[in-house]
């Protein structure tokens, strides 16, 4: 009698491999290949991050966000990091960006480094905003000391820049229209009443 062939030695078919699940995006310094993925705080309040090859310079990643803030004249702007000690650099354009930050995430601090003698001497409106932007920040770190007058004189610039041209009819006769904005450290009643004073004469 014939018997039935025997199944035992049959291969099992194979099961169809499993879908795998995408990539989470690499927090800052963790490196995913060749690349890591950096984040840069920009002066408008805003982060900025770009996946840059683990081997670039400085320059590399300096380029990517001027590109990013359409900022053409370049020369005055850098980028600084803190050590693991809590130490700020700043980033050596011509050298790897590994070889200076270790032990620390890949983030990093857009800033202006070499401050123009003359800011009517910048050619571009970007360039000029974004030196208004620092020299605000340092006036509200108080790493940039100024006396009431020039806190004042300043602050009414920037209200001039925001809001335009005074007009009572928007703007009111008293400082409420200002009182939420930042101009200087622990800024008084006193000194919204002036920059107001000084932004009608604008």
Known sequence: ENSAPSTSGASPQ????????????????????????????????RDFEVDIDKKATGFVLLERVSDELNIVEKDYFALSFRDKDDVRFWVNSEKKISKQVKGVPWVFQFEIKFYPPDPAQLQEDLTRYQLCLQVRRDIMTSKLPCSFVTHA??????????????????????????????????????????????????
């Open 153 to 202: 004189m300043l602050g009414s610039y920037t209200v001039q820049s925001e809001l335009g041209d005074y007009d009572p009819n928007e703007h009111g006769h008293g400082i409420d229209y200002i009182k939420d904005m930042p101009f200087a450290p622990n800024q008084s009643e006193e000194l919204l009443e002036k920059i107001a004073e000084l932004h009608r004469t604008h």
């Open 14 to 45: 194979k099961a169809p491999p499993p879908v795998a699940a995408p990539r989470p995006a690499p927090s800052p310094g963790v490196r995913s290949g060749k690349m890591v993925r950096a984040k840069v705080f920009l002066l408008e309040d």
